[in-house]
């Protein structure tokens, strides 16, 4: 499984109040980076953070490997739903894009890659990199909720490729 994460995305998910500090935003990059490394080690997943720099980044885009982990900085001008959406077609239905943007999510769906909100990954790396991989298993309310009693209650392919990605995660 390749995950690939609309950084800035999930660095502010279920935040009201963010930052403009270059050096905060610098420090929480490197603690998401670090949450990120121990959930792919937990995991063994392949793990791509995507950041924005189409602001105040660089001419061209910036790749690098820290942890274990790929990190890309959009160039200048370019946003990082538009490298993700690059990523997505290059990936396939492989990979599984954490992003709240329903833009990248629409497209991401399209090209059958699973979609996860990033506040739902940000809740599962928390409590997997807080708890022991024996004691993580699927959540008792997304068991309950699924009766199987034959096709007239089967999910959307949608859904089932979205809850086959959570199970995994």
Request: hydrophobic letters at 35%; proline letters at 2%; aromatic letters at 4%.
């Amino acid at each position: 499984m390749h995950l690939i994460v609309d950084g800035y995305n999930l660095l502010h998910a279920g935040r009201s109040i963010v930052s403009n500090n270059p050096i905060e935003l610098q420090h929480e990059r490197d603690r998401l980076i670090d949450q990120l490394s121990s959930y792919r080690l937990l995991k063994e997943c392949e793990v791509t953070i995507v950041f924005d720099g189409w602001q105040g980044g660089w001419s061209t885009e910036k790749r690098e490997k820290k942890k274990g982990i790929e990190l890309i900085f959009s160039k200048l001008g370019e946003k990082a739903d538009e490298v993700i959406k690059r990523l997505v077609k290059e990936k396939g239905s492989g990979a599984t894009v954490v992003t709240s943007d329903h833009d990248v999510s629409r497209y991401a769906e399209r090209m059958t890659a699973a979609v996860i909100r990033s506040d739902q990954f940000k809740e599962k790396i928390e409590r997997a990199v807080a708890r022991p991989v024996k004691e993580i298993e699927p959540e008792e309310e997304e068991r309950k909720g699924i009766k199987k009693k034959g096709p007239s209650r089967r999910l959307s392919k949608r859904e089932r490729r979205r809850r086959a990605a959570l199970k995994k995660l």
